[in-house]
């Protein structure tokens, strides 16, 4: 009989793929859109969404096996609450894009996994495949909903009075950025990253009617610089696609960017520190991000020396309630 105080290999390297892949496959064919609509049986769903009548069948089988299907009557399934509420894209909960499109170029990537850990060469999205627009689109959309419920939250968190100013790093989507709005009425914000993630969170924040608040720089921060008299920098997702002596250098540039009593925000997953509890999407992400971008998460620990070498005072760390594998790491400049 297996210990199940030990990791199930097969468990982990059989059923659990192949559910990865069930589920982001179902979300990415309209699936779970179909059900939103009414009841099908195997076949109807595979006459309506023009799918192999044996494929559709085996999918739903196997949705229903992992309760994210529910009988129907009448040989018919629909959807279960977890899939209406999570997977129907017009839920305002929904993170369809992230379990379907962006969960497909997480697939992609971890194919080069083996081959990343033998030679050190990452997918290198950022830097290489720059016009593939369709992935783009997911990796950014997949963020906003994947992070939506933690801005409003992170931004209580930052204790500045009244800024006017804001330059969000990579912040893509604007989400951040956009709360920062919400909360403060004075404030003006500008989101400064690569063209393809700037075309796609101009997109979003224009969805959300901050369009007259929140403005875009295309471009890499290293190379455009961030301004000078602001009020907050703020930098979320991306120090783990960053080698450290690059995060070092984006604190020391915050810090000369910043107003004296400005404050500078990182946020990012964590690796967990030696002797806390172990985080397994900590861990198990940043294997992710080095298949991604030949780096990792870093500790918490790690991200406030950066902080304070930079010259950053009362530095203090927020974990995220909702994902205690997310931290945010707050500084002031004196």
């Given amino acids: 009989m297996l210990d199940r105080s030990e990791p199930d290999p097969f468990l982990d390297s059989f059923t659990g793929l192949v559910a990865a892949r069930a589920l982001s496959t179902a979300v990415m064919l309209g699936v779970f859109e179909a059900l939103h609509e009414r009841p099908y049986t195997a076949s109807e769903l595979a006459e309506r969404l023009g799918l192999d009548p044996l494929g559709a069948e085996t999918l739903v089988t196997a ?4 309760r994210y299907l529910d009988e129907a009557g009448d040989g018919r399934v629909r959807n279960a609450p977890v899939s209406e509420r999570l997977l129907v894209r017009s839920s305002p909960e929904s993170i369809a894009t992230f379990v379907g499109e962006q969960g497909d170029l997480h697939w992609q990537v971890l194919d080069l996994l083996p081959d990343a850990v033998r030679s050190g060469r990452p997918y290198a999205m950022h830097e290489e495949r720059r016009g593939e627009a369709e992935r783009w689109e997911a990796y950014i959309r997949g963020l906003f909903e994947i992070s939506r419920p ?5 931004a209580e968190l930052v204790p500045v009075d009244d800024p006017s100013r804001l330059v969000d790093v990579a912040g893509g989507h604007g989400a951040f950025a956009m709360a920062m709005c919400r909360r403060h009425p004075g404030l003006e914000a500008t989101v400064i990253d690569l063209p393809p993630s700037a075309a796609v969170g101009r997109r979003i924040v224009a969805e959300e009617g901050c369009a007259d608040r929140v403005s875009f720089r295309d471009g890499d921060v290293f190379e455009l610089g961030l301004g000078d008299g602001l009020d ?4 979320f997702n991306l120090v783990h696609h960053l080698p450290e002596e690059r995060d070092r250098e984006l604190c020391r540039m915050a810090r000369e960017a910043l107003r004296p009593g400005g404050y500078l925000v990182i946020g990012d997953s964590a690796r967990p520190e ?4 172990v985080s397994e999407h900590g861990a198990i992400s940043s294997l992710l991000f080095y298949a991604w971008s030949h780096s990792r998460n870093f500790k918490p620990s790690e ?3 950066w902080m304070e070498e930079a010259g950053f005072a009362d530095v203090s760390l927020h ?5 205690p594998w997310r931290v945010m790491v707050v500084g002031r400049r004196p």
């Fill in 63 to 66: 949705l229903t096996t992992l």
């Fill in 150 to 154: 933690e801005h409003e939250a992170n």
């Fill in 232 to 235: 907050v920098v703020s930098v």
């Fill in 274 to 277: 030696p002797g806390e509890p």
């Fill in 303 to 305: 991200i406030r020396a």
């Fill in 319 to 323: 974990r995220n309630e909702r994902s």
